[in-house]
């Protein structure tokens, strides 16, 4: 197998938005956007961006 063909799974971590407007954010670790739309919108974040994403008032971790 070519390691270049190959991808890495990365476990992800669901957040809901809970502001009101829209909401793109960056992961810190992957350089990942993440697009929240509306209230109540679950996203999986790749596990490497969940710390940072802890700090981020409007988003709640949720249980996988």
Do not use: C, W
Request: no cysteine.
């Amino acid at each position: 197998v070519n390691a270049a063909t190959v991808q890495h799974y990365s476990p992800a971590v669901p957040f809901e938005y809970v502001g009101n407007t829209a909401l793109t954010v960056t992961g810190s670790a992957t350089g990942k956007r993440y697009r929240y739309t509306k209230k109540g919108e679950v996203i999986p974040i790749d596990y490497r961006d969940s710390y940072s994403m802890l700090k981020v008032p409007v988003l709640r971790r949720q249980p996988s």
